[in-house]
């Protein structure tokens, strides 16, 4: 019977990569034309970029070895010569901190892509198509989630033995998608039962055109902030695993390092807790402001620009 | 037998919903047909089924917990049962739907322009600048000023009647046999209901376009609708021409949904409001289902479910009643 409906003149395939670049083209471009008249988002930008040049050329910022220390001279005090003085080793510690930032940024961009890579796929998944697959998928993220993360790190960085930024990234990995795909489920869910969905079925759209077009465009907001908030928090948390011991080791340079070391020597050498810990907090602060301006400019309802 | 073929004929079309209470049946063995150029309205209050009937035709009701029975041939085609795959090019292409609301039948994180455009070229393999010029044109045509503008808007800027032009614009733009129009003034400001229906009118007239116009006002029937089709509970229980039925109602319905209807010429005192709700579809009345809000039921209409049958050349109502009272 069906070969009776003829020919349709104009069938193709519903491709979503066909026309990424225009979709991309008018939603980004209406987007960084936002950016770009808001300070708070100029500022996260510099610090951001500043980091990232500290940690791609350290070399920049300083001409001093971080390895290279003199014992006798430890714990040297901040001196217009030394501005951040020197660690308990003797090592100059401006270099020290500023070779840090490597350590910190992959750890928290490895971190944060990955985790959102994972929730997009297994979040888009369950929320979508329901059933078995979300069970299945969501079940498995909540015994996953019923585990402590601190207390399942410190588990499974112990009894991995070697340790590095790459290690750390993958432990912050194992326990934080979880949460997030759990978000990403949640607007796809949501995201679904929408008008223009609905509408957009009716013109014949297929599930994959719907996802790609519809649903993932209008909750990836809440991604994109999400990814620059966990950027931070896992430079945070990678900050706390060293800080208790299980995360990086010497002689990896590391900003959770410097502060677990000098965590014992506080009143002593109070520089020493100061700079790692400036450090850490502003590039923190950076992408966490860096998430609330992506926010405000992926929406389309604030400040429209015709 | 091509020549008894109709472009569209619902054939006791059922939908059922299966909920804790109970199945509800939402569409209780509907038919009708309808020819290219031909406006049909589907009358009806909330809950009559008349939404979910056209969601039905489409297929886009969730399936399960709907079950979907009869037969929708479109030019002899069942599309009832036809695979999510060969649906999807009848979707949009030769049967395409309108929306009530059209801010919410837009997406609100892209412009007007890339929605259009992007349909086309996705169901049309049109390049980028043709899909563009189609667009203009397509917004042309839908009677928008300065349609080049209008494509960089977002729906949020756009008033009621601006965005359900794009709508009406998106869904005629590949070119559908049949447009199943639900309720498409519903949110607009009265001034622009008017606008909006001449437009899909004239649209309809010029591209030889089977229309179905679902909605609860009677005068918007009548006005530009050639046939009409009331619904009560899931079924049919009027049809005939719109002029003979806006005239003289058969149905007892029909006459108490034409005079809850504010008229502007005419001094009333009160509008007259049917009596009590639309019946639950879990326990439908017993016999005519109407029966419980008539004032002209008699012990029969408690009890016999009156068939749908021709009273009056071309006009058809199911009513034991039937040109014995003045509705």
């Known amino acids: 019977m069906a070969s009776q409906m003829g020919p349709s003149p104009v069938v193709a395939e519903l491709d979503p990569q066909v026309d990424k670049q225009e979709r991309d083209a008018t939603l980004w471009g209406d987007v960084w034309k936002k950016l770009r008249r808001d300070k708070r988002f100029l500022i996260a930008a510099t610090l951001i970029l500043i980091f990232l040049l500290m940690g791609a050329v350290p070399q920049l910022f300083t001409h001093a070895d971080p390895r290279q220390c003199d014992i006798l001279k430890f714990a040297q005090r901040p001196s217009r010569h030394l501005w951040f003085g020197r660690d308990i080793l003797g090592c100059d510690y401006y270099a020290r901190v500023i070779y840090g930032a490597r350590t910190s940024l992959i750890v928290g961009l490895v ?136 995360g990086l080791r010497l002689p990896t340079i590391s900003w959770g390092l410097q502060i677990a070391v000098a965590q014992d020597r506080f009143f002593e050498f109070p520089h020493l807790l100061f700079f790692p810990s400036l450090f850490l907090s502003v590039l923190i602060g950076a992408f966490i402001l860096l998430g609330e301006t992506l926010r405000d400019a992926l929406d389309p309802r604030v400040f429209g620009s015709a | 037998m091509p020549e008894s073929r109709h472009l569209l004929e619902v054939d006791d079309l059922r939908v059922e919903f299966q909920t804790d209470k109970g199945a509800v049946k939402a569409v209780d063995g509907i038919s009708y047909t309808l020819e290219r150029g031909e406006v049909l309205a589907i009358l009806g209050e909330s809950g009559s089924g008349k939404t979910v009937h056209a969601r039905a035709i489409l297929g886009i009701l969730d399936i399960p917990p709907a079950s979907i029975k009869g037969s929708v041939r479109l030019e002899g085609v069942d599309l009832i049962g036809l695979r999510e795959s060969d649906i999807h090019q009848v979707r949009g292409e030769r049967i395409s739907m309108l929306f009530q609301d059209p801010h919410t039948a837009l997406d609100p994180v892209f412009s007007v322009g890339s929605q259009i455009e992007e349909l086309l070229r996705a169901r049309r393999s049109l390049s980028r600048r043709e899909a563009r010029r189609e667009a203009i044109d397509l ?82 029937a009548a006005g530009f609708a050639d046939r009409i089709a009331v619904m009560y509970a899931g079924k049919i229980v009027e049809t005939g021409p719109a002029r003979e039925i806006h005239e003289r109602p058969i149905h007892p319905y029909t006459g108490a949904l034409l005079k809850s209807v504010p008229k502007l010429d005419l001094k009333q005192d009160r509008l007259q409001a049917i009596d009590g709700s639309p019946p639950n579809l879990i326990n439908p009345p017993s016999g005519c289902p109407f029966h419980p809000r008539c004032p002209f039921a008699i012990e029969r209409c408690r009890v016999e479910v009156p068939e749908l049958r021709e009273w009056l050349p071309g006009r058809e109502a199911a009513c034991h009643r039937a040109l014995e009272v003045e509705p």
């Open chain 2, 139 to 220: 917004l042309t045509r839908v009677g928008i000023a300065s349609p080049k503008e209008r494509l960089k808007s977002f729906p949020h800027q756009l008033s009621g009647g601006i965005a359900q032009r794009v709508m009406v614009a998106m869904s005629i733009a590949l070119n559908p046999e049949v447009l199943l129009a639900d309720e498409p003034t519903s949110s607009l400001d009265v001034t622009v209901q008017a606008q909006v229906l001449e437009l899909l009118e004239s649209l309809m007239r010029d591209f030889n376009v089977g229309l179905v116009l679902i909605t609860h006002n009677l005068d918007i």
């Open chain 1, 111 to 246: 971190t944060s892509a990955s985790t959102i890579t994972i929730a997009l796929i297994f979040g888009s998944i369950a929320g979508y198509f329901g059933g078995v697959p979300d069970a299945i998928i969501m079940r498995i993220a909540d015994v996953w989630f019923s585990i402590p993360t601190i207390l399942g790190a410190i588990l499974l960085l112990t009894l991995i033995h070697g340790s590095g930024p790459l290690i750390v990234a993958f432990v912050l990995i194992l326990f934080g998608w979880p949460d997030i795909t759990r978000l990403v489920r949640a607007s796809v869910v949501s995201g679904k039962e929408r008008g223009y969905v609905r509408a957009s079925r009716a013109l014949g759209a297929s599930n994959r055109y719907i996802l790609a077009k519809h649903v993932l465009p209008n909750g990836i907001a809440p991604l994109f902030i999400y990814g620059a908030y966990g950027v931070g928090a896992a430079i945070g948390g990678e900050a706390g695993l060293t800080f208790l011991g299980v």
